[in-house]
């Protein structure tokens, strides 16, 4: 069974960082792009960016270059998502997703890690 | 980037009765060399990660019920649930894959009547 497990809630505040996780379990990590995707509260789902981990080739959406860092080892077959200095607009949830292969949608998700910075 | 919106924002619909719900691109999603579309729908329950339904447009994941079907081409395409379920309650999400950066519709929230 496909599994990704993303780590746990967080509440910080303005200017700190801050690096979530995803761990992927049950398929060939190494040949599936996962990609991140947030949730505004009561809001829609935006793709931020995704990430290949066999040789860890990363795409951004523009809207998100510069603000976020996407990265992976391979090695625990797990990707990160990080911030170096937060900002109360960052609040959200934040999916992690699978790939498919062929099609490119996303098959496989994440339980989500809600990430809040109090203004 | 291709912009995808959906109408409508919401919609109550009986129990048992049709839901359908249109999702428009800002380009064709079309593929030329396979003749497909890049088109994903995803439900999204309350308090739930998104769930992949439907992709290339009409073609259903694994494990989805019959009830739910897409169709359309192009720029054009609709989510149908031929018969509502209490558990259908969710919002419903359409995805062009046609490319980075990915986008998505903003949503259409389903209810019962």
């Known amino acids: 069974e496909v599994q990704l497990v993303q780590s746990g809630a967080e509440v910080k505040k303005p200017g700190e960082s801050l690096k979530i996780s995803c761990q992927g379990s049950g398929y060939t990590f190494t040949t599936y792009w996962i990609g991140w995707v947030r949730q505004v509260p009561g809001k829609g789902l935006e793709w931020m960016g995704d990430i290949y981990p066999r040789d860890s080739d990363t795409r951004y959406n523009p809207s998100f270059q510069g603000q976020v860092t996407i990265s992976a080892d391979k090695s625990i077959s797990t990707t990160y998502l990080q911030w170096s200095s937060l900002k109360a607009s960052d609040t959200a949830m934040y999916f992690c997703?699978?790939?498919?292969?062929?099609?490119?949608?996303?098959?496989?998700w994440g339980q989500g890690t809600l990430v809040t910075v109090p203004a | 980037d291709i912009v995808m919106t959906q109408s409508p924002d919401s919609l109550a619909v009986s129990l048992g009765e049709r839901a359908t719900i249109n999702c428009k691109s800002s380009?064709?999603?079309?593929?030329?060399?396979?003749?497909?579309?890049?088109l994903a729908w995803y439900q999204q329950r309350p308090g739930q990660p998104p769930k992949l339904l439907l992709y290339?447009?009409?073609t259903r994941e694994s494990g989805v019920p019959d009830r739910f079907s897409g169709s359309g081409s192009g720029t054009d395409f609709t989510l149908t649930i031929s018969s509502l379920q209490a558990e259908d309650v969710a919002v419903y999400y359409c995805q062009q894959n046609s490319g980075p950066p990915y986008t998505f519709g903003q949503g259409t929230k389903v209810e019962i009547k």
């Open positions: 997703a699978r790939h498919t292969v062929d099609s490119d949608c996303f098959d496989s």
């Open positions: 290339w447009a009409s």
């Open positions: 380009q064709s999603l079309s593929y030329i060399s396979n003749n497909k579309n890049s």
